[in-house]
């Protein structure tokens, strides 16, 4: 009886372990997550990766491909990102004009430090009428909000990550 309380507190014993180094290894992975976002937004180059959007009048819908992103760099801005919504004037040509789809060069940059952590990055575009303002919440994990507002478009809000990855 006493051999097999004993293998019964051995057992125990070792699962308390696994466990606590478990949490830890959750931890370190969130702690080193948090740093590369951090590094990421404080070099001004990064990406943000689209995974749902609400337009202002009409249901959310989500992105189902990967392809819809917008890059930050120190120099430029380039987005790719779909557009549900309402154009009030210069309405595209030809159907591949559509969407949030442009480079700017000429912006003002701003990044503030949230209260409860995270990040509020606002752009302002000077050289496009696709999108006068781009605001990004970005969380210490990575998920983001991204809000446009243009002169001709209704506002758009859109749901994802910003990539830590170096692709």
Same mark, same amino acid.
């Given at each position: 009886?006493?051999?097999?309380?004993?293998? &019964? %507190? @051995?057992? $125990?014993?070792?699962?308390?372990?696994?466990?606590?180094? /478990?949490?830890?290894?959750?931890? +370190?992975?969130?702690?080193?997550?948090?740093?590369?976002?951090?590094?990421?937004?404080?070099?001004?180059?990064?990406?943000?990766?689209?995974?749902?959007?609400?337009?202002?009048?009409?249901?959310?819908?989500?992105?189902?491909?990967?392809?819809?992103?917008?890059?930050?760099?120190?120099?430029? &801005? %380039? @987005?790719? $990102?779909?557009?549900?919504?309402?154009?009030?004037?210069? /309405?595209?040509?030809?159907?591949? +004009?559509?969407?949030?789809?442009?480079?700017?060069?000429?912006?003002?940059?701003?990044?503030?430090?949230?209260?409860?952590?995270?990040?509020?990055?606002?752009?302002?575009?000077?050289?496009?009428?696709?999108?006068?303002?781009?605001?990004?919440?970005?969380?210490?994990?990575?998920?983001?909000?991204?809000?446009?507002?243009?002169?001709?478009?209704?506002?758009?809000?859109?749901?994802?990550?910003?990539?830590?990855?170096?692709?």
């Amino acid at each position: 009886m006493k051999t097999l309380l004993n293998i &019964v %507190i @051995a057992a $125990l014993m070792l699962l308390s372990v696994n466990a606590v180094s /478990a949490q830890n290894s959750k931890a +370190d992975k969130k702690a080193a997550k948090e740093l590369a976002v951090m590094n990421k937004i404080d070099s001004v180059n990064y990406t943000f990766k689209a995974t749902y959007m609400i337009p202002l009048q009409g249901p959310g819908r989500p992105i189902v491909t990967n392809d819809y992103d917008l890059r930050v760099k120190k120099d430029s &801005v %380039i @987005a790719y $990102l779909p557009f549900f919504g309402r154009v009030y004037m210069k /309405a595209p040509i030809n159907s591949n +004009d559509g969407g949030l789809k442009f480079t700017s060069t000429k912006f003002d940059y701003k990044t503030t430090t949230k209260k409860k952590g995270g990040w509020r990055v606002t752009i302002i575009i000077k050289d496009t009428d696709k999108a006068n303002r781009i605001t990004l919440d970005i969380s210490p994990n990575g998920s983001a909000t991204l809000v446009t507002v243009g002169n001709f478009r209704d506002a758009i809000t859109f749901y994802g990550n910003i990539v830590t990855d170096n692709k």
